[in-house]
C-alpha cells in the first residue's frame, strides 16, 4: 500500500474508466474521491455500486455533473437525476437486483466466471441470460463483474493496509475491495500496525494499493 | 382506523417471537410499530443490519448507521452488521422467515408485479427480486385500489418481480392468500363484507361459505 494525496489517486484514474464504489445511498461513500473526481471533471465513467444515492451525495455528485456514460445499479428511486438522464439517453443505466449484483462483483473478485441464482428467472432480468437446471431447479447465469478501479471507504486502516469498515457502511465496500484492478482507500481514522486485531481485519492488506492521505 | 393501520395491525398479527423479518419501504415500515406484546423479532435491513431499532432521538443520529433508504435508525441490543454479500445470502439462502412489501399489482396466480411502470416509473428493483424468490414466506401490504382501480387483477400487465408466488395479501379490505393457484378470500376487514372486496376485486376470488373478520 502507498499513500497518496487525494489530486493524485484520482489522477490515476483516466477518462472512460470503469469504478466500482462502496455506499449505500450515500453510507460508506468516499466523498472526498467524489469531490476530486468531480474537480478533476473525469469523463463517460462506468460506475458499478448499490445505487446513485440521492441528488448532491455521493454517487449523486458524479450523476449531477455528468461524469457518467453508464452506471450498473440496483436502485435509483431515490435520485431523479438519474431517471432523468437514463429516459432522455444521455447516461445507460443497467439495473440488476442488488443480491445478484453483490454476487456479480464477489465472483469477479473471489475468481469465479459468475454465478447461478434463481432471482430473475421468469422476468425482464432474464432477457439474454442462459437459464440453467440444477437439479431440477432453474437458475439464470449472472456472469462476473471487474473493474478497473474500487474506490472504497472502510473506518480504520493501519500501517499496512488492513481495512475495517463501520456498522452500515460496509455494505458493498469489502465485496469491491476483491474486485478491482486497482483498490484505492479513504480511510476514517489511521491507526498503527498491530491495533486492528488480526481477527477483525475485513478486507486483508495485500489487496489495498492506494490510502488517501489525510488533510 | 385508516387503511394503512388496518393493513399494518393485521400484517403484525403474523410475527412470531425469533423470526428474521425484513419490511420494505412505505406500509411494510408500518408493520413494526404494532408489534404484539411479547413478541420480538429480528428485523433485517438489507444494507447490512439485522437488529434494526427505532428512529434515533433527535441528535442522536450515528451517520453510519442507517435503513435501506439512508435514514438514520439504532440498533437494538444483540444487533449485528454485515457486508451485502452478506445481506442477500441471508435473503436468496432462505434464512428470512417473512418479507413485507409493497405492491403494484397482484394478480389471481398470486404473481407480484412491485418494481416499475414502463415510460414512468424506473426506480429499479433494489431487493426486491431476490426477496420475493427467497424469503421464506412472502406478505405484500398494499392499499386493495389505486386510482379506483383494483390492484388485485386477473393477471398482472406490469413486469414480473418473480415467478414465485407470493403467500399473502393483505388490504384494507382483505386477507387473501393462494391455495392450489387461487386467489382465495381468507378475511375481511371489520364492516366489510365478502360481496364488498368481490366488487372491489378485478381478480376471480375464491370465497369460502364461512369468511370471518380480520383479527385486528
Known sequence: ?215 | MDAQTIIAKRIAQELRTGMLVNLGIGIPTLVANHLPPGVNVFFQSENGLIGTGPVPEPGMAQPRLTDAGGKPVTALPGACTFDSAMSFGLIRGGHVDMTVLGGLQVDQQGMLANWMIPGKMVPGMGGAMDLVTGAKRVVIAMQHSAKGRSKIVKLCNLPLTSVRPVDVVVTELAVITFPGGRATLQETAPGVSAQQVIDATEAELVVPQHVPQMPL
Not at chain 1, 7 to 20: K, T
Not at chain 1, 93 to 109: D, K, N
Open chain 1, 1 to 215: 500500500m502507498r499513500t497518496i494525496p487525494v489530486e493524485d489517486a484520482v489522477e490515476l484514474i483516466p477518462d472512460g474508466a470503469s469504478i466500482m464504489m462502496g455506499g449505500f445511498m450515500g453510507v460508506g461513500t468516499p466523498e472526498r474521491v467524489v469531490d476530486e473526481l468531480v474537480r478533476q471533471g473525469k469523463r463517460d465513467l462506468t460506475v458499478i455500486a448499490n445505487d446513485t444515492a440521492m441528488p448532491g451525495v455521493g454517487i449523486g455528485k458524479l450523476v449531477n455533473a455528468r461524469l457518467l456514460r453508464k452506471a450498473i445499479v440496483s436502485h435509483i428511486g431515490l435520485n431523479p437525476e438519474t431517471q432523468r438522464q437514463m429516459i432522455a439517453g444521455e447516461m445507460e443505466v443497467e439495473l440488476v437486483p442488488q443480491g445478484t449484483l453483490i454476487e456479480r462483483i464477489r465472483a469477479g473478485g473471489f475468481g469465479l466466471g459468475g454465478i447461478l441464482t434463481a432471482t430473475g428467472v421468469g422476468t425482464v432480468v432474464e432477457e439474454g441470460k442462459r437459464r440453467i437446471d440444477v437439479e431440477g431447479k432453474d437458475y439464470l447465469l449472472e456472469t462476473a463483474l471487474k473493474a478497473d478501479f474500487a474506490l472504497v471507504q472502510a473506518f480504520l486502516v493501519d500501517g499496512v493496509g488492513n481495512l475495517t469498515y463501520v456498522l452500515t457502511a460496509r455494505n458493498f465496500n469489502p465485496v469491491i475491495a476483491m474486485a478491482a484492478s486497482t483498490v484505492i482507500v479513504e480511510a476514517e481514522h489511521v491507526v498503527p500496525t498491530g491495533v486492528i486485531p488480526p481477527d477483525q481485519v475485513m478486507t486483508p492488506a495485500p489487496v489495498v494499493d492506494y490510502l488517501i492521505a489525510n488533510g
